[in-house]
């Protein structure tokens, strides 16, 4: 293993999504950059702190620190607005953790100030297919062609349906930490936790 190339962005990269010829990442502050390897360089969605990314062809979907979910075509620099973006509720507020576009739909993960953890919309007409309710705190998210992760604070990971969005099961990992992050393998097979104790655990699912 060796590194072919390296790029200085001169900025803090906090998410990186890359395909093709250009790389998008969320910076330090506000907004997101979008950089071709050819040396070209924009900033796009700037009023926005945006904290999960996600690219499908040549599509990137942003979810942000406000709750208000965009839709960038990144061929035009067309920007849609999938869903507002709200106040602070009690104080609190009610930033999307996570975000995965699957199957033609766009999976978003949030804390529960408003009922749901977790909405799913339609990539084409952008409306409300349908939402999961939980007690669990969601920071991150992992879908596959049949059931849908849940990474939750205290080492919890739940399991759905991703179809009737109905409970499977509940994982609990061995790990006190916030699940932070997941990925599956392209078999479906092996899915990966990182954690904020500085664990990656790979489980079986077959």
């Known amino acids: 293993m060796h590194c072919e190339e390296v790029y200085d962005m001169n900025d803090h ?7 093709n010829n250009i790389s998008c990442f969320i910076p330090q502050g506000s907004g997101i950059k979008v950089n071709s390897w050819n ?3 924009r900033l796009l969605n700037q009023n926005k702190n945006v904290k999960c990314l996600a690219l499908v062809q040549q599509k990137l979907y ?7 979910i965009q839709e960038i075509d990144l061929a ?3 920007l849609t607005t999938i869903q507002n973006g709200s106040r602070k509720l009690l104080g609190k507020g009610n930033q999307i953790y996570a975000l995965q576009v699957h199957d033609g739909l766009v999976y978003t993960a ?3 100030l ?3 953890v977790l909405k799913t919309w339609s990539a084409s007409d952008y409306s409300l297919i349908g939402t999961l309710l939980s007690t669990m705190e969601v920071r991150a998210l992992a879908i596959s062609s049949e059931l849908i992760y849940l990474g939750c604070k205290g080492g919890i990971v739940e399991v759905w349906c991703r179809k009737k969005l109905s409970k499977r099961e509940t994982l609990q990992i061995g ?6 992050c997941m990925a599956l393998d392209s078999s479906e097979e092996v899915l990966f936790i ?4 500085g664990l990656i655990q790979a489980w079986g699912l077959s």
Do not use: P, R, W
């Open 62 to 68: 942003c979810g942000c620190q406000d709750n208000s």
């Open 175 to 180: 790990s006190n930490g916030k699940v932070l």
């Open 39 to 41: 040396g070209e360089s």
């Open 13 to 19: 990269v906090n998410n990186l999504v890359v395909a």
């Open 110 to 112: 949030s804390s529960s």
């Open 76 to 78: 035009t620099g067309t």
């Open 114 to 116: 408003d009922g749901a």
């Open 194 to 197: 990182g954690t904020s104790d």
